[in-house]
């Protein structure tokens, strides 16, 4: 994925960027424009082009790319001032590398137009919240049959765990707000607690792709954030863990139930006896699909219901695109933002004059400023036909194979 960065690695860049007058790839309107650094970089980067690309709006980001030795980097730059063939713009704080687009991101045409739609069901709900969107289909619980049985899950359930637990609860954080400290940090992170042995430690990596486990380092910061001084973290972490050894749990751990972007409660399983093996990560995966198949029976069943949203159509500002995905703006405090969560799945649709296309958008990315919230969308499993439709309307030709080397791979 697109990585900034450090700070010594973007000073080298800007300084490339100057000394070899490296060309800096702008496109706008379907027009492409090359400027180079007129003079070295400090607090400004001053910009002369090959061809005016007419009058710029003064604080408008300009989305612009550049090659270093196979590596391509892209940035935004403000822009201060324009005059004559100079264009001055402030120096961004973060240049990206390693981007994980598949085309080169362009200002967006004044003749579309865009509209967001949400995919799928969205829910207003009064569980804890996270940032990150958890769904739950058909086929991943097809194979237990008693989805549509409340209780008879729940009896599965509980059969299963005893397989490799002593003992086991689950909370519902409906009936029981989040209170002790092993809720609150798996409701306020969405992910699994983990104690293998409480004659060790917490895991210090997590393993998943998607990660799913509070790393030691994870659990210190929560610590933290209760009140607890830098100087002590350690001291409170191994009280914690010593606890659980002292009440005779030898394996522990806290499954969250995940429903969309809520926490709706946990599976808590430990081991007491000896005889016992301790926990892994085989358990934590079984666990998490029955947590995931608890949830699935829990809409089933219309649990969630009464928390059910309408989905309607609205614009969010689109900053920049490519032909395989945008980034656009949206402002802070909004009810609607707070359903904006990565990984879930927009329909966006685009209006040009003489075609309008469909494609579902993901959003990877997110970040915020004091006033607006900005979301990366990947366009997710676009027709070819309206891939080369973007990338001509966007670019103003036709692909070719010359586009591979610098708009292919990591652009």
């Known amino acids: 994925m697109a990585t900034p960065v450090g700070r010594i690695e ?3 860049l800007l300084n ?5 007058k490296l060309p800096i790839m702008y496109i706008r309107e379907r027009n492409e424009y090359i400027f180079t650094l007129a003079q070295e970089a400090g607090e400004e980067l001053s910009f002369r082009f090959n061809k005016s690309p007419g009058k710029l709006k003064i604080h408008s980001k300009l989305p612009l790319i550049f090659n270093y030795r196979r590596q391509t980097i892209d940035f935004h730059a403000e822009v201060l001032s324009q005059k004559d063939d100079i264009i001055v713009c402030k120096t961004p704080e973060i240049l990206y590398k390693n981007l994980d687009r598949n085309f080169l991101r362009v200002d967006t045409p004044s003749d579309l137009k865009i509209l967001f739609t949400f995919r799928g069901e969205r829910f207003n709900l009064t569980f804890p919240k996270v940032t990150e969107y958890e769904t ?19 009896k599965q359930i509980t059969t299963s765990l005893k397989n490799y ?21 798996v409701s306020e992170t969405g992910k699994t607690l983990f104690i293998p042995s409480t004659a060790g430690l917490m895991s210090k990596t997590d393993p998943y792709p998607k990660k799913r486990i509070i790393t030691e380092d994870m659990f ?17 972490y191994a009280r914690f863990i010593k606890k659980k050894a002292d009440e005779g749990i030898l394996s522990d751990a806290w499954i969250p139930i995940l429903f969309h972007e809520y926490v709706i409660g946990y599976i808590h399983i430990w081991v007491t006896k000896k005889n016992r093996l301790p926990f892994d990560f085989s358990v934590l995966d079984n666990v998490y699909q029955l ?24 614009e969010g500002k689109v900053l920049d695109m490519s032909a395989s995905g945008l980034l656009f703006a949206y402002p ?11 990984d879930s799945e927009l329909t966006v649709t685009i209006e040009a004059p003489y075609r309008t296309i469909s494609v579902v958008g993901r959003i990877v990315r997110k970040f915020k400023d004091k006033t607006t919230c900005y979301l990366g969308c990947r366009f997710i499993n676009i027709a070819p036909e309206d891939t080369r439709f ?17 708009l292919a791979g990591q652009v």
């Open 390 to 406: 973007l990338f001509e309307h966007l670019y103003g030709r036709q692909i070719d194979a010359a586009d591979t080397g610098f």
């Open 16 to 20: 490339a960027m100057y000394e070899e």
């Open 220 to 236: 210190k910061r929560y610590l933290e954030t209760t009140g607890v001084s830098p100087a002590y973290l350690d001291d409170a």
């Open 165 to 185: 637990a002593d003992g086991y609860k689950i909370i519902n954080f409906k009936e029981k707000k989040p209170d002790t400290t092993e809720e609150r940090v």
């Open 10 to 12: 973007k000073a080298f």
């Open 291 to 314: 947590a995931k198949v608890l949830a699935f029976s829990l809409k089933e069943n219309g649990y969630f219901d009464h928390g059910k949203m309408t989905n309607e159509a609205f």
């Open 136 to 154: 739950v289909t058909l086929d991943e619980v097809g194979r237990h049959s008693d989805t549509g049985d409340l209780s008879a899950l729940i």
């Open 332 to 342: 802070l405090g909004t009810t609607l933002l707070s359903t904006l969560l990565i």
